[in-house]
């Protein structure tokens, strides 16, 4: 059962300081197939299904040159996590751990990454395998994934980074 304010053995909330905006831009949304979060995996996969990440105008321009990377980086905003524990008990085990020794979705910035597998892309919509987000997440940025920034096709040394 997933919990909304109830604390386990050993969690701290505390009271969140006002938010300062950071002038965070969704730039597009995340359709997948999971609607709660019990049924949404922990991790993606690489054989996951095929989830698809819609840019919003004027955002679009910006997919240019996407398609020569194998691997993406997805960072998205878990907009369902509460934001005021710092310290957590994972449901899998009793030992309670500090909110940034964690992976969870519950934290004072609720950021999620994923590193991705393109397969595709069609129009404004950018196709791929490996999340683990609720449909409807909003997109924060797609990047190449760090380790082969290097595009498949022949760079460009003028290219800026
Ligand atoms: N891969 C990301 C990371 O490591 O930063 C997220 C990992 S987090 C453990 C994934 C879990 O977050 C899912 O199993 C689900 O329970 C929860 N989740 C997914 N989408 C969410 C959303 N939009 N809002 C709140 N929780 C979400």
Redesign the pocket.
């Known amino acids: 059962m997933l919990r909304n304010n109830e604390l386990r053995a050993g969690e701290l909330a505390i009271d969140t300081p006002p938010a300062r905006d950071a002038g965070l831009i969704f730039i597009g949304r995340i359709r997948t197939p999971w609607k709660s ?1 019990e049924d ?5 996969r690489h054989d996951g299904p095929v989830c698809r990440l819609e840019i919003f105008e004027p955002w679009v321009a910006a997919l240019k040159g996407v398609e020569f990377h194998r691997n993406l980086e997805v960072i998205y905003w ?4 509460r934001r005021d524990l710092v310290l957590q008990s994972p449901k899998h085990n009793n030992l309670t751990r500090g909110t940034f020794s964690l ?3 519950q934290r004072p910035n ?1 950021i ?3 590193i991705v597998t393109l397969v595709g892309i069609e129009g404004n919509t950018v196709l791929v395998r490996g999340l ?3 449909d409807e ?1 909003p997109l924060l940025d797609l990047k190449p994934d760090r380790c082969e920034f290097t595009p498949l096709a022949q760079q460009n040394p003028n290219d800026p980074e």
């Open positions: 979060r949404t995996p922990r991790q993606g878990l907009h369902q996590s992976r969870s979705p609720p999620g990454t994923s683990d987000c609720l997440t």
